[in-house]
């Protein structure tokens, strides 16, 4: 086994505090790495408070890691020693299932779904059928640590063009704007609408202006009108009507990066005749919509989650490709409870990176899992 140290949330109303448990040794196919840095996503916070009511404690966050490899397994051909690779959400799947088949674990059909990088399987034993978990683990712990194990088929290559801080959101926030991007079809010339602005708004723009597609940002904060105009995107407060009538039946595709639930009324006279509005943001139950300006028009509301290891490493590369990225301000793990608090408000723009060098600050923890 491998001592390992992270921050760990141990019940939905206590910080996140230092914490040390162990990982698994690399197996023949495994690869050890060494943490640089993880990026701070939205779902990190709705996980470590349990919003989702599936959090199993305790919580590692973390799904946005870059790092160093130290080790290999004997059977690793695709990495070696000292590279730069990243880790997005998941770090298994099951391989076997149609999704799985045709490179999509991201839809796993297994009796568990896939694994995540930290909580565990997306389907938890007690929930899928027969009790089974092809996994052997309930709960796994994430990138809010010093060393990940994770298989080589589910590691992401960082190219040199890309600052390894900056690349980290982009396996979360990145893939999971690009991916119904691409299976949408988004292209040059088309009319594109981003939904909210935060973590994924900011990198849905820049991956829409980089496909050559027209842009237009829906925000509730007047603040960021001119930051969206800033990239290239024109901009529109979501609660003026007159402004937005302007638009009406005029994009070829919306996406909704909203973290929470909201209302997506206001938006379905905006789309074209057999168009989608995508919603990528909320996973919670949404507010019913008027189906009549969904019928009239034969316009179509889907969602989408995350990205494939594919997707994910594509858009690595276009990042680096097109030089672009999301804005980030690095933030020291003692100061993690406090950034969590300032992404509930809505203060951060866009994306907080821990640099896991200041782990090695913290005192030795007291909690061995």
């Known amino acids: 086994m491998i001592s390992a140290r992270g921050y760990a949330a141990h019940d939905p109303q206590s910080p996140l505090r230092a914490f040390a448990f162990e990982r698994d040794e690399p197996r023949e196919r495994d690869v050890q790495i060494q943490v640089l840095f993880c990026g701070v996503c939205h779902s990190d916070i709705h996980q470590a408070k349990n919003e989702w009511s599936n959090t199993v404690y305790p919580c590692v966050p973390g799904h946005e890691v870059v790092g160093r490899v130290t080790k290999i397994g004997a059977g690793v051909t695709t990495h070696a020693v000292g590279d730069i690779v990243g880790v997005g959400c998941m770090i298994d799947s099951c391989r076997h299932c149609k999704p799985c088949k045709l490179g999509l674990q991201n839809y796993c059909e297994g009796p568990n779904?896939?694994?995540?990088?930290?909580?565990?399987?997306?389907?938890?034993?007690?929930?899928?059928?027969?009790?089974?978990?092809?996994?052997?683990?309930?709960?796994?712990?994430?990138?809010?640590?010093?060393?990940?194990?994770?298989?080589?088929?589910?590691?992401?290559?960082?190219?040199?063009?890309?600052?390894?801080?900056?690349?980290?959101?982009?396996?979360?926030s990145g893939v999971t704007t690009y991916s119904p991007m691409k299976h949408w079809g988004v292209q040059a010339g088309q009319k594109v609408g981003i939904i909210g602005f935060g973590g994924l708004g900011d990198m849905a723009v820049k991956l829409a202006l980089a496909m050559g597609a027209q842009v237009v940002v829906f925000t509730s904060t007047e603040a960021k009108?001119?930051?969206?105009?800033?990239?290239?995107?024109?901009?529109?407060?979501?609660?003026d009507a007159k402004a937005l009538e302007p638009h009406a039946?005029?994009?070829?595709?919306?996406?909704?990066?909203?973290?929470?639930?909201?209302?997506l009324?206001?938006?379905?006279?905006?789309?074209?005749?057999?168009?989608?509005?995508?919603?990528?943001?909320?996973?919670e139950v949404m507010a019913p919509v008027n189906n009549q300006q969904v019928a009239f028009h034969r316009r179509s509301i889907s969602g989408s989650l995350i990205g494939s290891i594919a997707e994910?490493?594509?858009?690595?590369d276009f990042c680096a490709l097109h030089g672009i990225g999301p804005d980030i301000e690095m933030l020291r793990i003692q100061d993690l409870n406090e950034a969590y608090a300032r992404i509930e408000k809505g203060e951060v723009r866009f994306r907080y990176v821990i640099d896991m060098a200041s782990l090695a600050e913290e005192s030795v923890p007291t909690t061995l899992a």
């Open 249 to 263: 039946s005029s994009f070829d595709f919306m996406l909704s990066t909203v973290p929470q639930r909201h209302d």
């Open 265 to 283: 009324n206001p938006y379905l006279p905006l789309l074209k005749r057999d168009c989608t509005l995508v919603v990528v943001g909320a996973l």
């Open 225 to 239: 009108l001119e930051e969206a105009r800033k990239l290239g995107a024109d901009a529109v407060l979501e609660s």
């Open 113 to 172: 779904s896939w694994l995540a990088t930290y909580n565990g399987p997306m389907v938890p034993a007690k929930q899928a059928p027969g009790g089974l978990n092809t996994y052997g683990r309930d709960n796994t712990y994430g990138g809010y640590s010093d060393v990940l194990v994770v298989r080589d088929d589910f590691l992401i290559r960082i190219p040199p063009a890309l600052k390894p801080e900056v690349a980290a959101p982009i396996l979360c």
């Open 312 to 316: 994910t490493q594509e858009v690595i």
